[in-house]
């Protein structure tokens, strides 16, 4: 019987041109490995691997789209070639595969195929928001993008709140870049001016920004967050 491939979840940039820098040995030996990607973005994926400057000729490369609207027997099919022996990359558009991200969609097929899945290290927002927060690193929720309709985006930031300070458990989300102060606008007029508030911007580029303070501060000095990828986390220092 053939041997079957490997599954490596493999991390993207958060900040464009940085991946020369940011990303281990072993990342990039993969990259320069590797044929044939799942990805959620070809434009970005092409753009990353081509950043790298490993030598890869792109045209030799296979690349299929896995993203959120990929049914469930599509995904289990992208796999296939990976039980005939070939070794399969899957890509993010930004940060690391299978957290908040489609490819744990074929991360759970490999495991009910028996196929090996090696995760690679490499940055994600959520992670190195909560190391640099100051709160709670041992129990923390991660809940993606908040409600989009106000209404109901104030009662989950009440609610996100009352668990942060109740139970200690650090609050970790995001928004779409563009929507970012308009959610900001929400965080401090909903939140008690006591409670801790942690916003973690652009992080590895040149304008990283990692600040925690209490409701009452950030009112008197509001960032302009209009545009850059931001983590926002609500807990107790």
Request: with cysteine.
């Amino acid at each position: 019987m053939k041997a079957k491939g490997i599954v490596y979840l493999v991390p993207n940039v958060l900040v464009l041109e940085t991946g020369p820098d940011i990303m281990a040995p072993l990342v990039k030996n993969v990259i320069a490995a590797t044929s044939y990607y799942l990805v959620e973005d070809f434009r970005t994926a092409r753009r990353y691997i081509s950043s790298l400057k490993l030598g890869v000729n792109l045209e030799e490369v296979r690349m299929e789209k896995l993203d959120k609207k990929t049914p469930d027997p599509q995904v289990k099919k992208l796999l296939e070639p990976v039980l005939n022996g070939q070794d399969v990359g899957i890509l993010s558009e930004a940060g690391c595969p299978g957290i908040a991200d489609p490819g744990a969609k074929a991360v759970a097929w490999a495991h009910r195929l028996g196929i090996r899945v090696v995760p690679l290290p490499g940055p994600s927002s959520m992670f190195l928001a909560l190391m640099g927060s100051g709160f709670n690193g041992q129990a923390f929720t991660f809940h993606g993008y908040l409600p989009i309709e106000r209404k109901a985006r104030i009662e989950a930031i009440k609610e996100l709140e009352k668990t942060a300070l109740q139970q200690k458990v650090t609050q970790l989300f995001m928004e779409t870049p563009f929507r970012n102060n308009r959610l900001l606008e929400d965080l401090l007029e909903q939140l008690d001016g006591r409670t801790e508030l942690c916003i973690a911007s652009e992080l590895t580029g040149e304008g990283e920004s990692i600040r925690t303070k209490k409701v009452a501060d950030w009112r008197k000095e509001r960032p302009d967050l209009h545009k850059i990828p931001a983590v926002f986390l609500i807990g107790a220092s």
